[in-house]
């Protein structure tokens, strides 16, 4: 059976703060130990990717080895079960919710309504439930996203921000949330959290307020025990932040900090210890132009190290950077150029069955105002986009998220007003192919 519940987070609006007596203050920050196994050479200075290489985009319209990704036509041209060179694709057919924000887990998505409210759709043989349908969400919608941290013993919190609340919520198997509860009250209105759970506790960065010690919006980070850690050092500040968890109690934290200027991205490497946090220094790995619009980073594990995915203008056009860092700090950075560029370029990662699968929308073409395809990839060792595929035709893709879900990979995107979800079976394997 397929079911879906729908909870209430909280009583207050979805964007105003949260009462008084859910407000947590600011707590100070913790001084992390430092983190062992740091390479002596780990320090990097900012890399130019435009000298290391890029590779070609698959070609507009068709999948990567010529095989046809599917007629034009939106969401709805696309074949269930259809084999595209490299990958098995399950949908899709049918909207299953009015467009807006949304986060896949590994066992369904959570829909953030407004009001402070989610509405939780479980996975099942056939695909995700249906999720939220009011007309008026298509609209307006928080843009601030659930963040979810789970592990393999089953454990599960959500995590979001509520006015300048940083909120946390059990999560069962059900996709019942619990009794919403403030663990931080410096949190920036509107902007979405990253949360895992390594080394059995939860770890979540988010993007904090001005304070006494940073005159910035910065980065912050909650770690489960009620420690709060900075990670932007003193002067420098974050717009977009993602943790990726890259093996037993290990993370990376890699966060952007855009500004008029340019765009330099930072990164931290942490280890969830009894006792305490070990922390390594902040690195700048990255430094890209002048933003355009809103960008967000976002993360996926590679082998043992992490891929921090960035869409941006450089001085040759518009690219999906790549900037993978190891456990010893050091830096690779590719960058997969566009056919032109984009306002809200999105992108989302997940590792499943050993492999790093990569989501994103693009331009169909170099004429202003092209449409947009949404593609699949993977990151190879070196942290490269290779076996591009184009996998839909929506027009224009507003969100996009994914995550594993057994041997599979879940997405979730929203094209015009409706949201759909694709199942990407890993190695050509998966459930993909049954069909709704």
Known sequence: MICAAAVALAATGCRRAAPKKEQAPPPPAAQPQPLDSVSADSSLEPTNPDEIGSLAPAGSGSAAGGAAAGPPG?????????????????????????????????????????????????????????????????????????????DGSGVMHAYWVEGQSLMRSALDAEGKLGTPEAVAGDAVSGSSPSAVRAGGRDAVAYLATPNARNAERHARMWVEGGSVIDLSP?????????????????????????????????????????GGTAMAPDEVVFVGGPPEGYPEIAGVRVGEAAS??????????FALHGIMVDWAGKAKIRALPYPNGMDVAPVAGAYACGESFVVYARPEAKEPGS??????????????????????????????????????????????????????????????????
């Open 308 to 317: 921090a995915l960035l869409p941006l203008s450089t001085e040759k056009g």
């Open 234 to 274: 003193e002067g420098s500040g974050a717009t977009s932040i993602s943790l990726v968890p890259v093996g037993g109690a290990r993370v990376m934290a890699t966060w952007l900090d855009a500004r008029q200027a340019m765009s330099p991205v930072h990164a931290r490497r942490f280890e969830a210890r009894e």
């Open 371 to 436: 449409p947009q395809v949404l593609e699949v990839a993977t990151l190879n060792a070196s942290g490269a986009i290779e076996a591009q595929e184009v996998v839909a035709y929506p027009g224009q893709v507003l969100e996009l998220s994914a995550a594993a879900a057994g041997d599979s990979v879940w997405v979730v995107y929203t094209a015009g007003t409706k949201s759909f979800a694709m199942r990407i079976g890993c190695n050509g394997k998966g459930e993909a192919g049954k069909g709704t």
């Open 74 to 150: 939106g969401a709805k041209g696309q074949r269930k079960g259809k084999r595209i060179v490299r990958f098995l694709i399950d949908g899709p057919e049918q909207p299953i919710a009015v467009g807006g924000a949304a986060t896949v887990y590994s066992k369904g998505v959570i829909w953030r309504l407004s009001g402070n409210a989610a509405q939780v759709s479980l996975l099942g043989q056939n695909g995700p439930a249906p999720g939220p349908d009011a007309p008026e969400r298509a609209k307006k919608w928080p843009r601030g996203r659930v963040a979810v941290a789970e």
